[in-house]
């Protein structure tokens, strides 16, 4: 099973910072990572593909790197409705792992 | 456009089966040849993934969940359904299914709360 180690648990920004949050995969698992936006009571939004690709209709801030092991979401010149809950999904091999997630804040 | 929505009581008894149904509009199950599945969220923690299915029936379960999950998927009714057997209180949460894309899990339905509780 791989395991994905995700990191901040909680961080806060304030409008126009740039913010990044990390997964860590326990293995190799090449670039099959989505990252998701969540907002409270709602379902999660697909945010990027295949650890770099953003999903058409997310705002060019977000982005993502990494290959293998080490995965990034970048948001840079963050505006206040980026509040939210963001986590990754290896899907790489089964079972299907998540990272813990991370709760942004927007001061 | 594709839409899910996920479908079953919202209170299941200790020691039942949880039964959820996702029902699926505008593409089809047969078309893809990724996986459809299920997914559970408890406040304040990570998503935790359930189980797949493939449109050919078959189907990955989370060795966590494996022994009390089936997963089936019916092509007809364009349709996949969730089992989850003899549940506890520490299996109230929020239930998705999700619909790939590019990729697994690309689209996630609205979800549905389920309370296990007597």
């Known amino acids: 099973e791989t395991t994905v180690t995700q990191s901040p648990a909680f961080m806060s920004a304030t409008p126009g910072d740039k913010v990044s949050i990390s997964c860590k995969a326990s293995q190799d698992i090449d670039d099959d990572v989505n990252w998701y936006q969540q907002k409270p009571g709602e379902a999660p939004i697909f945010i990027i593909q295949?650890?770099?690709t953003l999903i058409p209709g997310i705002p060019p801030r977000f982005s993502g790197s990494g290959y293998g092991t080490d995965f990034t979401l970048t948001i840079n010149n963050i505006e206040s409705e980026d509040a939210a809950y963001y986590f990754c999904l290896q899907h790489d091999n089964f079972p299907l792992t998540f990272g813990q997630g991370t709760k942004l804040e927007i001061k | 456009q594709l839409q899910l929505q996920e479908l079953g009581p919202g209170l299941v008894k200790p020691s039942e089966t949880l039964s959820l149904t996702c029902s699926v509009s505008g593409g089809s199950i047969s078309n893809s040849r990724f996986h459809w599945g299920w997914i559970r969220q408890t406040p304040g923690k990570g998503p935790e993934w359930i189980g797949s299915?493939?449109?050919?029936?078959?189907?990955y379960y989370n060795p966590s969940l494996k022994s009390r999950v089936t997963i089936s998927v019916d092509t007809s009714k364009n349709q996949f359904s969730l089992k989850l057997r003899s549940v506890t209180a520490t299996d109230t949460a929020v239930y998705y299914c999700?619909?790939?894309?590019?990729?697994?899990?690309?689209?996630w339905g609205k979800g549905i709360t389920v309370i296990v509780s007597s």
């Open positions: 295949e650890a770099t």
């Open positions: 999700a619909a790939p894309t590019v990729t697994p899990l690309g689209l």
């Open positions: 299915v493939y449109y050919t029936g078959r189907t």
